[in-house]
């Protein structure tokens, strides 16, 4: 090969490699270019999606705000409540004197704590939790006119109180069967005084329930009176809260 061609043929090549170059530049750019398109779009869309669904929300809770606005006043007749407020001083004179005389006694309240059944008083804790639970869904279906669910559910919640007192009456059992009474010391005196107290009110507020839904159950509540229905739910709420403080002072505290 002579040099001239040797010359023309080193042209030739840089002429290729310019061109495969300039292609691959051209091409990457393009790429860049589709991909930042691409990646434009899809921020958009992503955008757009969002902002619908922020939008979706705030109409639903707009929606859900004009249907059910908020009320500053106490469900229930204040007669209740006030009732309630006396139940709940009566608890907290009782909650105070197991505390004191526990401190007074501490060997006998420890080992007489050591003879109940935690897992019985879980189980009652748990019975009463489900039930104050089904009360407030069946109050929420009422407000919603679905009288039928209502009732369900305060069916629901009797058999739940139920268990409590098959619970109850069972650690009583046991607890008289091994010789302890209200006679043994100021423990069982104070445990079985407390808890049978509001074992009572547990039964009173089975009876109210009961009433409401036999009430419920006659469409009394179609009217969009529910003051009646909230009063009997509020205390069954008391109910359940009393024993909430009542169970760890008694079962789990030493």
Not at 62 to 80: H, K, Q, W, Y
Not at 81 to 102: N, P, R, Y
Not at 165 to 194: H, R, V, W
Request: hydrophobic share 50%; charged share 15%; with cysteine.
């Amino acid at each position: 090969m002579s040099k001239e061609q040797r010359h023309r043929h080193e042209k030739r090549k840089l002429l290729f490699f310019w061109l495969i170059n300039n292609n691959l530049i051209s091409g990457t750019q393009n790429a860049y270019t589709s991909a930042r398109k691409a990646l434009l779009v899809c921020n958009t869309e992503i955008f757009e999606v969002l902002s619908r669904v922020v939008k979706m929300v705030h109409e639903h809770l707009l929606t859900n705000v004009t249907r059910e606005p908020v009320s500053e006043e106490l469900p229930g007749d204040f007669a209740m409540w006030l009732f309630i407020l006396m139940e709940l001083t009566v608890f907290a004179i009782f909650f105070i004197s197991f505390a004191t005389m526990q401190n007074l006694y501490p060997a006998m309240f420890g080992t007489g704590k050591s003879s109940l059944h935690p897992v019985a008083g879980l189980i009652c804790t748990l019975a009463l939790i489900t039930s104050s639970y089904f009360v407030a869904l069946a109050g929420i279906r009422l407000r919603q006119g679905n009288e039928s669910r209502c009732s369900l559910f305060l069916a629901a919640a009797l058999m739940a109180a139920t268990f409590y007192l098959i619970t109850k009456f069972s650690e009583y059992s046991q607890l008289i069967q091994a010789g302890y009474d209200l006679s043994t010391n100021t423990f069982y005196t104070l445990y079985f005084f407390i808890t049978f107290f509001h074992l009572m009110h547990v039964v009173l507020g089975m009876v109210i329930l009961g009433y409401m839904l036999h009430r419920t159950r006659q469409g009394a509540y179609a009217t969009g009176e529910h003051s009646g229905f909230e009063s009997g739910a509020s205390y069954w709420h008391m109910v359940d809260l009393v024993w909430i403080i009542l169970f760890p002072i008694i079962y789990v505290i030493h």
